[in-house]
């Protein structure tokens, strides 16, 4: 039996922090060696993080992450690793790993597909490796590109992220009995399946151990690194560490007898590899002392809770890197604001129950039980004692500070305001709109002020489904520093408050996710589909005409067939209002605050949605622009 013990780890990592991530990158490598790894996989980019950005571009990035490389080879000893790096090579950069065995630099892998879709956006920093010819690396004289190192018999080869969901992948010439994947994959509903689907039929198709490893926890604000890592053997996932930890590392390790795979290679006629080969003849690795117990099965977790512990973890990330002292969240008894609560409020739990008290060192004296999340209901005359009930219900059940604000004296003041320069009384008939967003704006100076009194983060509580027709009111609902539910649509959310309020046994999150959406900024009763159209129409319609990219007017005859219930003219006509609210509303999502990347769907014109502001597409209704 040809035994190796092979390892994946998650690193939770931060754009720039060198020398926390060497200090990580010991820590995890010592311990790999204490428990007998061999090869061991590491995430993309470990060593500079992956979203430095335009940093990417200056010199001393690439220098640093260079002599964080050297300070964390000597922790290869025994062990084969790939350690992802900005590498230059000339006068271009390169996202690269340096592939170490015990101690010493073999060479470096060269990323050859950079993706620059959606939220990704690597060949402006980036060049792409050479497919089939070898670089040399100018420092070293060490070959950088594809190739294939063979250690005590046994082969093994670098895959970098991308280069994984892409065709004729580079790894089918280099036939190695291990694959190291390089990641930096951040989450999105749907993702880990599939990515599951991947690695387990990588392993199948080529015959090999692929040992997947991705980065861990919000590393730069908006993305969320769900940081799991698989070991794949014959087709199955044998191995993977926790997804979505708050811890600095996660690592999980497996046996695997090489002689099956030799014999189904010999088996299949499966080809020996053709690419140029780093032979080391005199290595051996030691037998590990000791053996290990059979590895659980493994399989993603539900969207509702996967969505939970990457919001959560997000936030708590976000936090710590602020150094904020916790949440704020003007409560409104409606879904949104509760969601947020509700997030903000696991986001701390999680703290204090998951992180060891020596690791919180970085916070300096504030503990994740000093930390809070404040909670307000801003009252008008158009408030409701049931939307009040909801949202101190709420509170309640989350055990969180809670407070009631009448801000009726302060709305009728503006008007009066208003009212005397205009030279006559406002009226709903004729000032609608503008009252609605007078409302909504004067709920934020106060909660802004206890953000500011507290050192506290003011939660935005607009989801996808408002920001992509601009439900929004500027300066007033979409105030905050950060928007944790801004990827996601209305639809999942209620569907997620339900789950969540069993799972959590919160009855009042089930009613408030029963209730009819309102904005409770009228007079007369008031609803949020009445006002733009049923949530599942409008998610359906967003998906249509943005991702999927049909022209406007076959909007009505797709929604036919989902939306039975609505004749022809109704579809029309819900059909021309959503193209004229998203096609005016671009300035607004350029205004909000960043939103987390949880579902491959992304309003944020930062990332994965730049569209103009300024731009003919228009509804048969819409009138020409002035």
Not at 206 to 215: E, I, K
Not at 283 to 289: D, G, R, V
Not at 298 to 308: C, G, K, N, Q, R
Not at 315 to 338: C, E, I, P, Q
């Amino acid at each position: 039996m040809r035994r190796v013990r092979v390892g994946v780890a998650s690193v939770r990592t931060w754009p720039l922090d060198f020398a926390g991530h060497v200090a990580r990158l010991k820590a995890l490598l010592s311990e790999a060696r204490e428990k007998g790894v061999q090869v061991l996989a590491l995430p993309e980019l470990v060593l500079s993080g992956y979203e430095c950005g335009d940093f990417f571009w200056h010199p001393w990035v690439s220098e640093a992450a260079w002599e964080s490389l050297q300070a964390v080879l000597p922790e290869t000893t025994g062990l084969f690793t790939a350690i992802g790096l900005p590498l230059r090579i000339g006068d271009r950069l390169y996202n690269a790993a340096a592939l170490a065995l015990d101690g010493k630099l073999l060479g470096f892998a060269l990323k050859t597909e950079l993706p620059k879709d959606s939220i990704f956006y690597e060949p402006r920093w980036f060049v792409p490796g050479p497919r089939e010819a070898l670089l040399k690396e100018a420092r070293t004289g060490l070959p950088a590109g594809p190739f294939v190192v063979e250690v005590d018999g046994v082969r093994i080869a670098v895959e970098i992220c991308e280069e994984a969901w892409r065709p004729h992948r580079t790894v089918e010439t280099l036939a190695p009995h291990i694959i190291l994947g390089l990641n930096a994959s951040p989450y999105e509903i749907g993702k880990p399946a599939r990515r599951h689907r991947l690695i387990s039929e990588s392993s199948y198709r080529y015959r090999c151990v692929y040992l997947y490893a991705n980065l861990l926890g919000n590393e730069a604000g908006k993305l969320l690194y769900d940081g799991e890592s698989l070991i794949a053997y014959q087709g199955q996932i044998i191995a993977a560490t926790k997804p979505f930890s708050l811890a600095e590392y996660e690592l999980a390790i497996a046996d695997i007898d090489l002689d099956p795979l030799s014999t189904t290679r010999l088996r299949s006629g499966f080809p020996t590899g053709e690419s140029p080969l780093v032979s080391i003849p005199h290595f051996q690795w030691k037998e590990p002392a000791f053996s290990l117990g059979a590895n659980p099965p493994v399989s993603p977790l539900p969207d509702e809770m996967a969505v939970t512990q990457a919001i959560s973890m997000g936030l708590w990330d976000y936090l710590y890197k602020t150094r904020h002292k916790g949440f704020v969240v003007s409560l409104s008894g409606g879904l949104d604001s509760a969601a947020c609560a509700v997030f903000g409020y696991l986001s701390i739990q999680r703290a204090q129950t998951e992180i060891p008290p020596e690791s919180l060192s970085a916070y300096g004296s504030m503990s994740p039980h000093q930390l809070k999340v404040y909670t307000f209901y801003q009252a008008t005359r158009q408030s409701s004692e049931e939307t009040f009930r909801r949202a101190q219900g709420l509170a309640k059940a989350l055990g969180v500070p809670f407070a009631r604000w009448e801000i009726q004296p302060i709305v009728e003041a503006y008007e009066a305001l208003v009212s005397s320069w205009l030279g006559r009384p406002l009226s709903w008939e004729e000032d609608d709109i503008a009252r609605q967003n007078l409302q909504a704006r004067v709920r934020v100076p106060g909660i802004w002020m206890v953000a500011n009194l507290m050192g506290a983060l003011l939660l935005t509580t607009g989801n996808r489904s408002e920001i992509a027709v601009g439900y929004t009111t500027m300066d007033g609902d979409s105030a905050g520093g950060l928007a944790p539910i801004g990827g996601l649509s209305k639809p999942f959310l209620k569907k997620w408050a339900l789950w969540a309020a069993d799972f959590y046994h919160w009855p009042i999150l089930a009613e408030i996710a029963e209730a009819t959406p309102t904005a409770e900024l009228r007079p007369h009763p008031q609803a949020d589909e009445t006002d733009l159209m049923p949530y599942p129409l409008l998610t359906f319609l967003e998906d249509k005409l943005i991702w999927e990219g049909h022209p406007p007017s076959t909007l009505p005859i797709l929604a036919q067939e989902h939306f039975a219930q609505l004749s022809l003219p109704e579809l029309r006509q819900y059909s021309q209002r959503f193209i004229r609210l998203f096609a005016t509303s671009q300035w607004k999502r350029e205004r909000l605050a960043p939103a987390f990347h949880v579902d491959k769907y992304d309003l944020d014109p930062r990332g994965a949605a730049r569209f103009p502001i300024l731009h003919a597409l228009k509804s048969e209704d819409t009138p020409p622009r002035s």
